[in-house]
């Protein structure tokens, strides 16, 4: 398949640019995955959605305050994004502006509390690059680090935490995932009341998910890996649920992928961690999941050509094109889709 069959046009005033004021109060579009038939609900429905014995899996990760902004030894300004944790203290980042950032080269931050040195670039251009700092590296981030967002949102964000699932607990990420950001702790709790389950791993978002598919041909593109973890009590959640009958739903594209990159031929998992690089998209055949809530993703996308594995390219397409129709709010901060 080309990287074509996944283009879709957009207006620009349908992606959104701030958080709606309630996280559950976004529209919900349901996708029948067999028939292509959708329904319009809001997201707070979710409970009468699903079924008893059903399963969510859900992504704690959190995003780090990742965006650094600095000096060169010669006074310019440098701004950092950490990408990766690659241990001893070095990340795999993004600089702006990277012509800048050669290796040897010293960039301070704040009073000085942190410095960082580029010590190498990586094929694709990313900068590896070894910090310095007195106390915990988190707590310095926290002080001096800004939330990154993605290119598409120009406005400013008032409450960071609105970048945050209510559940995030497991710093590590670059960007959210944001199928999560619908949920409020009371949804999470009638979840319970009508029997259907919660379990959560960590899957640590990086850029290289939202990186353009250069290649026509998509199987040629190749995914960044990024670091999941999958404790023993969600994977026997998770199996249990597929013993019972119940269907396993990932809440994002990145629960999906830990799942699917760990699960055997026969759907069970395993207490897992480590990286994955997972590039699914049409002709995939799932091993676990039967069910996917997740937002709408940019054209052309790795996001989308997952979701078009799952429920057909052509029931995406179309649903993607009704969703424009009914103006619906798109990306990062936009409605979601679940996906049976």
Request: aromatic letters at 10%; proline letters at 4%; glycine letters at 10%.
């Amino acid at each position: 398949m080309n990287k074509r069959d996944f283009y879709y046009e957009l207006p620009e005033e349908l992606i959104a640019q701030t958080p709606l004021g309630r996280r559950d109060h976004s529209r919900l579009m349901c996708l029948d995955r067999r028939s292509g038939e959708t329904a319009h609900h809001n997201f707070f429905e979710l409970p009468d959605l699903l079924l008893e014995g059903d399963c969510l899996v859900l992504n704690d990760s959190r995003v780090m305050p990742a965006r650094l902004f600095g000096k060169s030894a010669t006074g310019g300004a440098i701004e950092v994004l950490l990408l990766r944790d690659l241990g001893g203290d070095v990340w795999e980042c993004l600089t702006r502006p990277g012509k800048k950032a050669k290796i040897g080269l010293r960039i301070l931050f704040g009073d000085g509390e942190l410095t960082a040195t580029v010590k190498d670039v990586t094929d694709g251009g990313n900068k590896l690059i070894h910090f310095a700092f007195d106390g915990a590296f988190h707590e310095t981030l926290e002080r001096l680090g800004k939330t990154p967002l993605p290119p598409y949102i120009r406005a400013e964000l008032e409450d960071s935490e609105r970048y945050q699932t209510v559940y995030s607990a497991v710093a590590g990420s670059a960007a959210a995932p944001t199928a999560g950001l619908h949920f409020t702790r009371e949804l999470l709790g009638e979840m319970g009341t009508c029997g259907v389950a919660l379990c959560y791993m960590t899957l640590h978002v990086g850029l290289g998910t939202f990186r353009p598919v250069k290649a026509e041909e998509i199987y040629k593109h190749r995914m960044h890996a990024e670091y999941f973890i999958i404790p023993g009590d969600t994977a026997d959640k998770i199996n249990r649920t597929k013993e019972a009958g119940g269907r396993v739903i990932a809440v994002g594209t990145t629960s999906c992928r830990a799942i699917e990159s760990c699960a055997d031929d026969s759907g069970a998992l395993r207490e897992a961690s480590g990286f994955t690089d997972i590039f699914i998209y049409p002709g995939y055949k799932f091993k676990c999941i039967d069910g996917l809530i997740t937002n709408f993703h940019l054209p052309e996308s790795t996001l989308i050509m997952l979701v078009s594995a799952f429920a057909g390219r052509e029931n995406v397409m179309n649903a993607y094109d009704e969703a424009i129709r009914e103006r619906y709010r798109f990306f990062s901060f936009g409605d979601a889709m679940l996906v049976i």
